[in-house]
Structures are given as C-alpha cells and as structure tokens.
C-alpha cells in the first residue's frame, strides 16, 4: 500500500508533459535490470562525457561579515578541475569489516509475562521491568520500528545546565559514533545496513528512535544497546558541530523572526527554562557537561517502555528483546519527570516592540491557553475549530480584504505535564495595516464563538477527517503512535475514531472555543 501523495507528481507530469506515468512495480524491474548491468567503470566514463567547461556553474553563497575570507574565482575554477579529473573509486575493497559488538558475555533478562494486547500487539514484560509491545504488521515489508521512552529529560537537568543540551548540541549523538568506533568507522562497520537507532531528549523524556529492514533486526538492537551503556564522547570530534553552530548562528539571529522568538519568550514565559537561542547560551556549553547528562538520563531504564512494530516474527524477536533489551542497566526506581510549569503566564499579555528592517512590516501574534481534558473527542474538536478558523480567515482576511498572503494558526492539546488546550494565531502584514487586521482576526474569532460554525465549513472540514482515516492506518507510524498513547496514557485514539468524528457537532466546536476565550 502506498500513500496518495506518492503517486501524484508523476501522474502530473503525464497528464501536462505527456512523460509515461510508470508503476512503482515496473520502475523496480527496471532498476534493478539497470543495476545487473552497470559497472564503475562504466560510471567514470559517463562522467567524463559531460560537458563541463559550457555547462557548469559553480554557486557560492556566503554570509558578508567582516574578516571573513571568501575563495576567489581561480580557487573555485580550481575545484572544477579537480573533480572532472576524478573517478569514482570502490570503497568496498575494505579489509573485511569488524563486529559491531561481541554480544556473548550479555546476561539479559528473559521474558517474565506474555499476553496478548491492544491492537493486535503482544505485550511481554521482562524480568529487569522494561515493558515491551510487538505488533507485528506487513504494512511495509521492508521496515520495522522501534521507539524506547523513558520518563524524566530535560525535566531531570538542572536550569543551569540546560544551555549544553541544547537541540542544536543534541546533534551530536545522531552524527557521532558509538563505543570504539568513530563516526567514519561506524560507517565502514554499517556499509549495506539499514540499522539506525538516534538517541533523543525530550521535556518529559528521553529514549531511542529507531529502524531497519527484517534482516538487520540484530544490529539494530546492538546500535540502541551499545548507544545505551557505550556512547562515544570524543571532544575533538564535536569541534566541527561546535564550529558550524558559532558560524551559523549569528546570522539567523539577526533575522526578524529570531528577534520575534526571543520578545515572545521573554514576556509570553518569562521563566529560566525557557530560552530563545542566543550566543551567550552557546557560550555557556560544557561538553563535560553534555556528556555528564547523558549518561545520567541513560544509566536507567526502569519502568522503560519499548514498541516494535513492522515485519518481524514474534520467536526470531523474542530472544533479541531478552538479550538486548534485557541487559539495559535497571536501578531500584524509575525516573520520574519532574513539572517546571513551563505554561505561558497567566492573564492578557500584550507587548509591542520595533525592530530595524529593511523592508518594512509588521508580525502579529495571538496565543490562547487554557485547560481541557486530553480525549479523542476534544482532539478533533481541536482540529475543527482550527480547520475552520483556517478557512474563514482565508474568505475574509486574505481573500476578501488582501491585507496578508495568509494568517497562520496551530492548535495543541496536551496530556502531559497537564492537560491543556492553547491556539496560536499569526500574521505578517504592511504596519498600517496592522490595526485594522488585528481587529478583524479577534472579530472573526470572537463570531465563531458567539454565532457558531458555519455549516459548510464545518461538512468541509468533516469529510476531509473521515477521508483521511484510511490513509493514516496504512502507516506503521500510525499504529506506533496508537501504541504509545494506550500504554503510556491508557488512551484507545483509534477504535472509535469515525464516530467520534461523527459525534462532533458545530455547537461542540463553538462551545470549546467559547471555553477556551474565557479562560483569559
């Protein structure tokens, strides 16, 4: 099965450009009949058929910043020369590759309870605690899934070392190797492997995202493990990292937007923990630092929640899960995240600022919070409201009055640290325009809550959720979100998800958006 989306570019270039719209299918044979047929050889001489000299343009972009050095035209022209000289070399005739790891002396923890579980999963509880969902799916046969949370992330991290776990920091750990092995060996040892496992840090949580085809089940497991007790923290090799953030920073923080995030953060929060970027943070990181947290959040795995999805069987994955899974390192109690109220204050909020621009216009920004229950009903109740606040002010701000090419709006709910619910409404647009706008955007809202939804608004945005559905329960992304949200939160967001749909009327939607303006 394959997504709409997928299939459109190329049914456009046969209808407008008459181009033979071909089958995923036959675009595989052919393929793979090229590749029975290709050598390196025959690359390199293809190569040095092309016209470089008439047909080559070299684009250089930089930033115009004093001090800085730029290459000149004969330094360019130089690489030119270099690169049509060059052939493709065979990186395969390496010395035969090492082993990622030697997996005999692990102890692991075998399978304590067995038990069938929520769609069509099988939930196994080891004897180390680590809970771990299996839902075996042919939906892509060339793909499985595994995520691994555990509870606490930057919620455990001290406010005053928060500045060297940074998202830009975190980085490191998707590009960097693991244990003996730098980034380029790592490559070498993985060469024809489609393993992957990235370490994350989130708010309340930190884990592992990971994949591979059916055959590299094992080394994927043996990349999440060896990440797990045997990362690699090599200062030296995050220099590169450090240096591109230092060149690449100070200029995007010169841009509007940046200097929009950092007001909205100031006055919207106001709170430590909460910070636009900025170089005075960079200068503020410690590697020693980074890795101290890492090995911290990492150093247990009580109460961990794994699930597995995709092509796998159930007896060839099992002793993987006790040998792998079960030898992560376990203490007496589990992590717990930790509230730092991290909420927007409380109350109206108004704050207006200037910045120098070259092209002068104005941003303007609404945000609205308050307390909901996390259900799926109130989740697509969200969705409406958004979806038809999207169209109403496409009729009448953009089309109508053509005071922006178009307002921009997000809606959230959240299970976790609270429930809440918030909207975030924004603009850009000529400054003399920007009352009049402003006005009719809290109108149009404030309409919606007093006279309801509009009728064919509401049907619109109706069928395009019901349309979708089938759409969404073809991914194994799917199932894996439906998973973590009924074993983490004991949330079923899918069996009744049509009739919910169905159970939303324009008066829902009209009272949770009144709800919500009332909350200040």
Same mark, same amino acid.
């Given at each position: 099965?394959?997504?709409?989306?997928?299939?459109?570019?190329?049914?456009?270039?046969?209808?407008?450009?008459?181009?033979?719209?071909?089958?995923?299918?036959?675009?595989?044979?052919?393929?793979?009949?090229?590749?029975?047929?290709?050598?390196?050889?025959?690359?390199?001489?293809?190569?040095?058929?092309?016209?470089?000299?008439?047909?080559?343009?070299?684009?250089?972009?930089?930033?115009?910043?004093?001090?800085?050095?730029?290459?000149?035209?004969?330094?360019?022209?130089?690489?030119?020369?270099?690169?049509?000289?060059?052939?493709?070399?065979?990186?395969?005739?390496?010395?035969?590759?090492?082993?990622?790891?030697?997996?005999?002396?692990?102890?692991?923890?075998?399978?304590?309870?067995?038990?069938?579980?929520?769609?069509?999963?099988?939930?196994?509880?080891?004897?180390?605690?680590?809970?771990?969902?299996?839902?075996?799916?042919?939906?892509?046969?060339?793909?499985?899934?595994?995520?691994?949370?555990?509870?606490?992330?930057?919620?455990?991290?001290?406010?005053?070392?928060?500045?060297?776990?940074?998202?830009?920091?975190?980085?490191?750990?998707?590009?960097?190797?693991?244990?003996?092995?730098?980034?380029?060996?790592?490559?070498?040892?993985?060469?024809?492997?489609?393993?992957?496992?990235?370490?994350?840090?989130?708010?309340?949580?930190?884990?592992?995202?990971?994949?591979?085809?059916?055959?590299?089940?094992?080394?994927?497991?043996?990349?999440?493990?060896?990440?797990?007790?045997?990362?690699?923290? *090599?200062?030296?090799?995050? $220099? %590169?990292? /450090?240096?591109? !953030?230092?060149?690449?920073?100070?200029?995007? =923080? &010169? @841009?509007?937007?940046?200097?929009?995030?950092?007001?909205?953060?100031?006055?919207?929060?106001? *709170?430590?923990?909460?910070? $636009? %970027?900025? /170089?005075?943070? !960079?200068?503020?990181?410690?590697?020693?630092? =980074? &890795? @101290?947290?890492?090995?911290?959040?990492?150093?247990?795995?009580?109460?961990?929640?794994?699930?597995?999805?995709?092509?796998?069987?159930?007896?060839?994955?099992?002793?993987?899960?006790?040998?792998?899974?079960?030898?992560?390192?376990?203490?007496?109690?589990?992590?717990?995240?930790?509230?730092?109220?991290?909420?927007?204050?409380?109350?109206?909020?108004?704050?207006?600022?200037?910045?120098?621009?070259?092209?002068?216009?104005?941003?303007?920004?609404?945000?609205?919070?308050?307390?909901?229950?996390?259900?799926?009903?109130?989740?697509?109740?969200?969705?409406?409201?958004?979806?038809?606040?999207?169209?109403?002010?496409?009729?009448?701000?953009?089309?109508?009055?053509?005071?922006?090419?178009?307002?921009?709006?997000?809606?959230?709910?959240?299970?976790?640290?609270?429930?809440?619910?918030?909207?975030?409404?924004?603009?850009?647009?000529?400054?003399?325009?920007?009352?009049?706008?402003?006005?009719?955007?809290?109108?149009?809202?404030?309409?919606?809550?007093?006279?309801?939804?509009?009728?064919?608004?509401?049907?619109?945005?109706?069928?395009?959720?019901?349309?979708?559905?089938?759409?969404?329960?073809?991914?194994?992304?799917?199932?894996?979100?439906?998973?973590?949200?009924?074993?983490?939160?004991?949330?079923?967001?899918?069996?009744?998800?049509?009739?919910?749909?169905?159970?939303?009327?324009?008066?829902?939607?009209?009272?949770?958006?009144?709800?919500?303006?009332?909350?200040?």
């Amino acid at each position: 099965d394959r997504l709409n989306s997928q299939f459109i570019s190329g049914l456009q270039s046969d209808f407008f450009n008459h181009s033979t719209f071909v089958t995923p299918t036959y675009r595989l044979e052919i393929v793979k009949k090229g590749l029975d047929v290709l050598t390196l050889d025959a690359v390199n001489e293809a190569l040095q058929t092309l016209d470089w000299d008439r047909n080559a343009v070299i684009l250089y972009q930089a930033p115009e910043k004093e001090g800085l050095v730029h290459p000149t035209e004969s330094q360019l022209s130089d690489v030119l020369t270099r690169v049509k000289a060059a052939r493709i070399e065979n990186t395969n005739k390496e010395e035969q590759k090492k082993e990622l790891m030697d997996a005999s002396a692990l102890k692991g923890s075998k399978v304590k309870k067995a038990r069938a579980g929520k769609f069509d999963s099988t939930v196994w509880t080891l004897k180390n605690g680590i809970q771990v969902v299996v839902r075996p799916s042919d939906l892509k046969k060339e793909e499985v899934l595994m995520t691994l949370i555990v509870e606490g992330g930057k919620s455990l991290v001290p406010t005053e070392d928060l500045p060297s776990v940074d998202a830009n920091f975190i980085q490191y750990f998707k590009m960097n190797g693991v244990g003996e092995f730098s980034a380029t060996e790592l490559n070498k040892v993985l060469a024809g492997n489609t393993a992957s496992a990235s370490p994350y840090i989130n708010n309340l949580n930190n884990g592992f995202s990971c994949g591979c085809t059916p055959k590299d089940l094992e080394t994927m497991f043996q990349l999440m493990y060896l990440k797990a007790v045997n990362p690699r923290f *090599n200062e030296e090799e995050f $220099a %590169p990292l /450090m240096n591109q !953030v230092k060149a690449i920073l100070p200029n995007m =923080l &010169e @841009r509007p937007s940046a200097v929009f995030s950092r007001e909205l953060y100031k006055y919207a929060y106001d *709170n430590p923990r909460i910070v $636009a %970027p900025s /170089m005075e943070n !960079v200068e503020k990181f410690s590697f020693a630092t =980074l &890795e @101290r947290v890492y090995r911290d959040l990492f150093s247990n795995f009580k109460g961990a929640k794994v699930f597995i999805i995709g092509n796998v069987d159930l007896e060839t994955l099992k002793p993987l899960v006790e040998k792998y899974i079960g030898s992560l390192p376990t203490g007496r109690k589990p992590h717990k995240w930790v509230d730092w109220n991290l909420e927007a204050k409380p109350g109206i909020i108004e704050h207006v600022f200037t910045q120098k621009m070259e092209t002068p216009k104005s941003t303007v920004y609404y945000a609205f919070n308050g307390k909901a229950d996390y259900s799926l009903e109130n989740g697509y109740t969200v969705d409406f409201f958004k979806s038809v606040l999207d169209m109403v002010y496409t009729d009448t701000i953009r089309e109508k009055e053509g005071g922006t090419y178009g307002v921009g709006t997000s809606a959230s709910l959240t299970v976790q640290p609270k429930q809440r619910t918030g909207m975030a409404i924004q603009f850009d647009t000529d400054p003399d325009k920007v009352d009049e706008l402003s006005v009719m955007v809290i109108d149009e809202l404030e309409k919606l809550s007093r006279e309801g939804v509009p009728e064919d608004y509401f049907q619109k945005a109706k069928s395009n959720f019901l349309k979708g559905i089938p759409e969404m329960r073809i991914s194994n992304s799917y199932w894996m979100n439906m998973l973590e949200m009924y074993y983490r939160y004991g949330l079923d967001q899918d069996t009744d998800r049509e009739q919910v749909i169905e159970s939303i009327t324009p008066e829902k939607v009209r009272t949770f958006i009144g709800d919500l303006l009332s909350q200040g």
